[in-house]
């Protein structure tokens, strides 16, 4: 069984992570971090390699993959999901005010109406 993170190097994504790390270690199962979508939260070589070094320090097993199809993170998590089969994705929220979804959109929301599995959606 997998759990799905979608990572972003924000304050959501490090809380985010946190939480499928958790999850993946309370239920033994494997762990896919991905660092997708467009520029802003695609993470360089060197905070993938810390990112890495925390991952095994913690003691799961994972997998670390970053994605860069062109597609929204959002698409990118679910076409993920869908294609890997996993159990949890787990994501990262931050405050938005209506208007402020209602003109940018939400890759959470999204992501929480379009996935076939459970989601967690963990607060920064």
């Given at each position: 069984?997998?759990?799905?993170?979608?990572?972003?190097?924000?304050?959501?994504?490090?809380?985010?992570?946190?939480?499928?790390?958790?999850?993946?270690?309370?239920?033994?199962?494997?762990?896919?971090?991905?660092?997708?979508?467009?520029?802003?939260?695609?993470?360089?070589?060197?905070?993938?390699?810390?990112?890495?070094?925390?991952?095994?320090?913690?003691?799961?097993?994972?997998?670390?993959?970053?994605?860069?199809?062109?597609?929204?993170?959002?698409?990118?998590?679910?076409?993920?999901?869908?294609?890997e089969s996993v159990q949890l994705i787990?994501?990262?929220?931050?405050?938005?005010?209506?208007?402020?979804?209602?003109?940018?959109?939400?890759?959470?929301?999204?992501?929480?109406?379009?996935?076939?599995?459970?989601?967690?959606?963990?607060?920064?």
């Amino acid at each position: 069984m997998t759990i799905l993170v979608g990572y972003t190097r924000t304050p959501e994504g490090h809380a985010a992570l946190t939480a499928a790390t958790s999850e993946a270690t309370l239920r033994g199962e494997r762990l896919l971090v991905l660092n997708a979508g467009e520029q802003p939260g695609q993470a360089d070589s060197s905070s993938l390699a810390h990112l890495e070094s925390d991952l095994r320090a913690a003691g799961a097993e994972f997998e670390l993959r970053q994605q860069s199809r062109g597609l929204s993170a959002a698409d990118e998590v679910l076409a993920t999901a869908q294609a890997e089969s996993v159990q949890l994705i787990v994501i990262g929220l931050r405050r938005r005010s209506p208007v402020g979804k209602f003109l940018l959109g939400s890759n959470a929301q999204k992501i929480l109406l379009d996935a076939d599995c459970p989601v967690l959606a963990v607060k920064a």
